[in-house]
């Protein structure tokens, strides 16, 4: 998911919700494990997330597919057919008038020729990452793993099983393996591929989505394939007589842009198609995570009977103990406790009672060569403050790694990445397996709350956030102090959050210049804990410390029932 072109995120319902495939939302799973119905309650009532989930806190995701070929940015499938976007203007430069170029063109030329699975995959590991997500299909309706559907990259492009060879190498190397699920919108996203041209010389012009047929492709790189199949459908095209880019704009911006978790009207076979396919991803795959870019989940009761099949399914396939996560967007307070929310490219602004994620980027979504160029990479910081923020709050954060069509990551994002491996090899153990302490911390900084509310770091050595772990609390600080004295304004004498007796700080961490156990000098102040850091422990990036002592936990946030 992006926020749209002018910042705009719509979210209706439709009349004529459609339970697709509903009766077999159980099938095929051991009565033993039948515990889940497709309905909010039943959801709500039997699940809680797993412990894995909860200790594992970073995760690094491959959110690509056929639109990192034009390196042109997010949602190329879509705005290369609405006149007047980057997207547009470049598609024509490159391949053409997208009423004889089209979308189906670009994807036949993602081939993933250097793609190094191996390779991405030990780089991911060994910069903390304790699950990896691969992306199953995106909103242009491309599937990457081996599916019903005949546009997957099996039949063509890479003609390679994406999904089940990352799942191979992640699994392989202790990695929890999870698949992200975008189709659901592709019904409304998709619908700029039947409009038209509202000036210059192609001006009436219908793209290429309105007339192609199976029969255009003959001796195409796409032969055989229905490209009806691949574009969903005339279900809301652009009406004749519209005559300005603006009205063109309006137009998108109250149909097809609007962020629409209804089911297409009359279109019942584009739900049975989805049902199938993410059935066959759940089955064939066994992930351990399932993303979903929905605001609750997919397509009214279709959404409810996947969550359903894949919680009993991922029952019996764990010995009867549930060990599936589930994540939508938005997801309302009394709907929490069914899933995990996700908040892409935000935070939340206070400890969530239930685990949660965040997931954001390095640059965009799919590869853009110019924010590459202009160096518009979030830092190694800036991930590391943003993942010290959201475990404080009781979150994850998964992060994804831009990469190109042809299967690499470009040398400044692996130096980003190598960059977020020394920091968590050295103190990763301040980060997994910890819990929410009373407050998740202090400092003049804070994140946003909400969607698409991320920032650069702006933290410094005042900026600290709490967890516990065991008994101890870890004092994770964003910045290092000038003087070398960190001061935790909460652990001041006599205050009533920073209560218990400390007995000892030290700096944490296993790895190599990590924490080797020596305590640290520290005094507690009126104003302040003061602890001396010696220079050896110096990172500008921040260090954490631990503080034992007794009764310092008592009193944190307790887990959800």
Known sequence: ?????????????????????????????????????????????????????????????????????????????????????????????????????????????????????ERLI????????????????????????????????????????????????????????????????????????????????????????????????????????DPQQLYPGRIMPMPDGITTIAEANAFHDRNDGLWNEGVPP??????????????????????????????????QQAGLDIAAHYYNANQAWNGGQLEGVITSK?????????????????????????????????GNWHYDRALYERDGYKSAATVIHTLCDVVSKNGNLLLNVPMRGDGTIDEKAERIVEEIAAWMNRYGTAIYATRPWRLHGEGEHQSGGGMFQERASV???????????????HAL??????????????????HPVGRGEIRRVTVAGAGAGAGDGTPLDFRRTDKALEVTLPPRHRNAIGVPLILSGRGLVEGSVPDPA
Request: with cysteine; glycine share 10%.
């Open 266 to 299: 009359g279109h019942g076979a584009f739900v049975e198609s989805w049902t199938r396919r993410c059935r066959e991803l759940i089955d064939n795959y066994h992930p351990d995570l399932l993303y979903f870019d929905n605001f609750d989940l997919p397509l």
């Open 477 to 494: 600080l964003l910045g290092w102090p000038e003087d070398g004295v960190a001061r935790l304004t909460l652990w001041a004498k006599d």
């Open 330 to 362: 938005t997801t309302p307070p009394h709907r929490r406790m069914a899933l995990v929310d996700d908040v892409e490219r935000g935070g939340k602004p206070y400890i969530e009672t239930y685990p949660w994620q965040t997931d954001t980027c390095l």
């Open 1 to 117: 998911m992006k926020i749209n072109r002018r910042g705009m995120l719509g979210a209706v319902g439709l009349a004529g919700a459609t339970s697709a495939l509903g009766a077999a939302a159980a099938g095929a799973v051991p009565n033993a494990a039948r515990r889940f119905t497709p309905d909010w309650s039943s959801l709500a009532a039997g699940y809680r997330a797993p412990d894995w989930f909860r200790d594992a806190k970073f995760g690094l995701w491959a959110h690509w597919g056929p639109q990192c070929v034009p390196e042109e940015g997010d949602w190329y499938a879509r705005d290369m057919y609405i006149q007047g976007t980057r997207a547009y203007t470049a598609h024509v430069r490159k391949y053409g008038h997208p009423s004889k170029v089209g979308f189906l063109d670009v994807a036949c030329q993602w081939k993933a020729e250097r793609w190094d699975p």
């Open 122 to 225: 030990d780089l991911y590991t060994r910069a903390g990452a304790k699950y990896f997500v691969a992306l199953a299909n995106h909103h242009d309706n491309v599937d990457t793993f081996a599916s019903s559907h005949p546009w997957n990259t099996t039949r063509f492009g890479p003609k390679r099983d994406i999904v089940g060879t990352w799942a191979k190498l992640a699994r392989a190397r202790g990695l929890r393996f999870g698949v992200s699920n975008h189709g659901a919108h592709s019904w409304h996203w998709y619908q700029p591929a039947y409009g038209y041209d509202l000036e210059g010389p192609m001006r009436g012009q219908r793209y290429d989505a309105w007339w192609r047929t199976r029969a255009d492709g003959r001796g195409t790189a796409w032969e055989g394939l």
């Open 459 to 473: 933290y410094d050595a005042r900026d600290i956030r709490y967890v516990r772990k065991g008994e101890d609390v």
